[in-house]
């Protein structure tokens, strides 16, 4: 490097913008991966599993977007300011986070092979699921590492950047469209938020059931009975057609009752209902897609009935 050859702000930042562009494509490309092999191969767990899974894609995506064609454009002003004035590849700050982004690379490959070597000896159970992570992990960190040596190394030109270039688009895009492919397209996402809203609105009306049971030593005969007897200004209505959710008691007991829906499709863990062990008194709230009933009814050892004054 020149003498006089000194790092400008600007050399500083598309530098600094850059790796960081690139850290953060690869971290939310590593968590896209991920979630779309956590839902292709599940993971069965001996532990309580409390809630539904949902393994969305939207951020990771959304970041990709935005991110993957910001980090193209900064490493196209850098070689653009290259081949002007060559010198500049020799500035500190390139040098500097270039060997860094070779070590974190280089690291985290060892990890990962540290990681496989370590459950084969162990004699833990080596998982498509965690072999495809594995895989994924090690694959994008071994591009990374190849790409900044050759880089380093001043073994890149104009034409062999363009072909890493597709290569990191292709890995991307086919990332994203895999994910959907697994996951669903973004309608899809917004059809199962609403069937997670859904849920979540019956089990509030049902604690909402429960509380005016305690009180009152009955069950409301409908909604609009449950909020005045409660004291709730409003009970939730579906927030996908704005309609009052369906409520009806069952039988004389007066201690039974359905609170209903319309689920736009089976819930997650309903296909594989015995997979996960459950808490006792676990109530599960898997459904399947169309109209569907909930069978509810009061614990009585837990509720007791108010006797009469």
């Known amino acids: 490097m020149e003498p006089n050859q000194k ?3 600007k050399d500083f930042f598309l530098n600094l913008g850059a790796i960081v562009a690139l850290y953060t494509v690869v971290i939310t490309l590593v968590n896209l991966l991920f ?5 292709a191969w599940p993971q069965v767990n001996s532990g309580y599993y409390y809630g539904s899974y949902s393994g969305t894609i939207s951020w990771p995506v959304a ?4 991110f993957f064609p910001v980090y193209i454009l900064l490493m196209w002003l850098l070689e653009r300011d290259y081949v002007k004035d060559p010198q500049k590849r020799n500035l500190p700050i390139r040098r500097w986070l270039t060997y860094i982004t070779l070590f974190i690379a280089g690291l985290t490959m060892a990890i990962d092979l540290v990681t496989v070597i370590y459950y084969f000896i162990d004699g833990q159970e080596l998982t498509t699921g965690f072999l495809m992570k594995v895989f994924s992990l090690f694959v994008l960190t071994l591009l990374v590492f190849f790409y900044y040596i050759q880089d380093i190394r001043e073994k890149l030109n104009s034409a062999s ?13 086919g990332g994203i469209t895999w994910g959907f492919s697994v996951i669903g397209s973004p309608r899809t996402q917004q059809l199962l938020r609403y069937d997670e809203q859904k849920v979540n609105d019956l089990q509030n009306i049902n604690s909402y059931v429960q509380s005016y049971y305690s ?4 069950l409301p005969q409908n909604l609009s009975e ?4 409660t004291g709730y200004q409003s009970i939730p209505n579906d927030p996908q057609t704005g309609n009052p959710y369906e409520y009806k008691l069952i039988g004389q007991s007066s201690k039974a009752y359905e609170l209903c829906a319309n689920f736009n499709s089976q819930s997650p863990e309903a296909s594989q209902p015995n997979i996960y062990m459950r808490p006792v008194g676990y109530q599960s709230w898997n459904h399947p897609a169309g109209h569907y009933c909930f069978s509810e009814s009061i614990p009585v050892n ?3 009935a108010p006797k009469p004054l």
Do not use: D, E, H
């Open 7 to 9: 790092t400008s702000a």
């Open 35 to 39: 979630t779309v092999i956590n839902r």
């Open 63 to 66: 970041t990709l977007i935005i």
């Open 161 to 173: 950047r363009k072909v890493w270039t597709i290569v990191a688009l292709v890995i991307v895009v």
């Open 215 to 218: 009180m009152k030593g009955s």
């Open 226 to 229: 449950l909020a005045a007897g």
């Open 302 to 304: 837990m509720y007791p």
